[in-house]
């Protein structure tokens, strides 16, 4: 899934470790990354979404949010083609109903 910073897969997993673990030492350790490596992704992240270093967390909140987004937006997707598949089913079931009755009047 893109995103509209243009965040790279590498640091893409970089900023969802870091909300997961909720600190960058831990967050580079599950990567295998060094903190050097793993800061550097952050920074990066920071500077295509346009935050300064006055906005610390700004870029992990736009990050949370948009994916949130996405993944409800996912979920209310699969939902809705769930729903379209068993209205689809009971219409089909119907119309069978309907042409055995048929089929028994006609007898």
Request: glycine share 6%; net charge positive; hydrophobic share 40%.
């Amino acid at each position: 899934m893109s995103n509209p910073w243009g965040v790279t897969p590498a640091q893409a997993r970089a900023m969802d470790a870091l909300i997961r673990y909720e600190n960058a030492k831990a967050a580079s350790r599950a990567l295998s990354l060094t903190t050097a490596a793993f800061s550097d992704r952050i920074k990066r992240v920071k500077a295509r979404m346009g935050c300064t270093s006055q906005g610390v967390f700004t870029h992990i909140l736009k990050w949370d949010r948009w994916r949130r987004e996405q993944e409800s937006g996912i979920a209310a997707q699969q939902f809705w083609q769930d729903v379209a598949g068993t209205i689809r089913a009971t219409e089909v079931g119907q119309k069978i109903a309907r042409a055995d009755n048929f089929d028994r009047a006609l007898g």
